[in-house]
């Protein structure tokens, strides 16, 4: 069963505008949320995360909402830029820490000029 | 600086042949974390090690297996090759154990499973 789930495999966003990124999760021992971008024949590169204990974490263009009631998180990216066009991979932490990061399949985000 | 270096970058076999991978992790980084991405999924979490000793380990058959060298360098080993696995794997290094922000993907090693 897939814990970690991002239902959109692909978004096209227009430049200058808000991409909106989402990711579900059904396991509650969750405790840390990360997002990673990922370019073509690159390793992933960590990108935001979030503590469990938080809502909101912002870093720039960049913020993360999570909602603990509908286990939900979300990425935020404004305005987008073409050089946000990558694979944007959800993951996170069980609270018991030793069984690495479970990740979601991944949203390509196309940013349109 | 160098980051997390792998090797080789690609890898034909066939099934049944065995496999070893390898890591070399971003300097003074003591813990290296082996993943596996099948095309179409995230990555899949298969071992971690810290201070040359296995911490973590996903679910994955006894086929697979990995060590940490003093260097902190690693090696992952797959034995009995099966279609199925053929997968990109990555290795991530990391200063300590924590699973957080601080983990660092290298470029992945594409094994192709004939």
């Known amino acids: 069963d897939q814990q970690v789930k991002q239902n959109s495999p692909s978004l096209s966003v227009q430049e200058g505008r808000i991409s909106i990124l989402n990711c579900d999760y059904t396991?509650?021992?969750?405790?840390?949320f990360l997002w990673y971008k990922k370019y073509p024949a690159e390793g992933p590169t960590f990108l935001i995360s979030i503590s469990s204990i938080k809502d909101k974490n912002e870093d720039g263009r960049f913020t993360v909402f999570l909602n603990k009631s509908a286990k939900h998180l979300s990425l935020h990216i404004v305005p987008s830029q073409p050089g946000d066009s990558a694979v944007y991979f959800c993951a996170a932490r069980h609270g018991g820490g030793a069984d690495g990061l479970t990740f979601g399949k991944g949203t390509h985000l196309i940013i349109q000029p | 600086d160098a980051g997390v270096t792998q090797s080789p970058t690609h890898l034909i076999k066939t099934r049944g042949q065995h496999v070893t991978l390898r890591c070399s992790p971003i300097s003074g980084h003591k813990s290296v974390s082996w993943y596996q991405q099948v095309l179409g999924q995230g990555p899949q979490f298969i071992f971690q090690y810290y201070e040359k000793e296995e911490r973590g380990r996903g679910n994955f058959p006894d086929r697979f297996s990995a060590r940490q060298f003093p260097n902190y360098s690693s090696e992952l080993n797959v034995n009995a090759l099966l279609l199925g696995d053929s997968a990109l794997y990555l290795c991530?290094?990391?200063?300590?154990?924590?699973?957080?922000?601080?983990?660092?993907f290298g470029p992945g090693t594409r094994l192709t499973v004939l």
């Open positions: 991530a290094s990391s200063l300590g154990l924590a699973l957080y922000n601080e983990q660092f």
């Open positions: 396991n509650s021992m969750f405790d840390y």
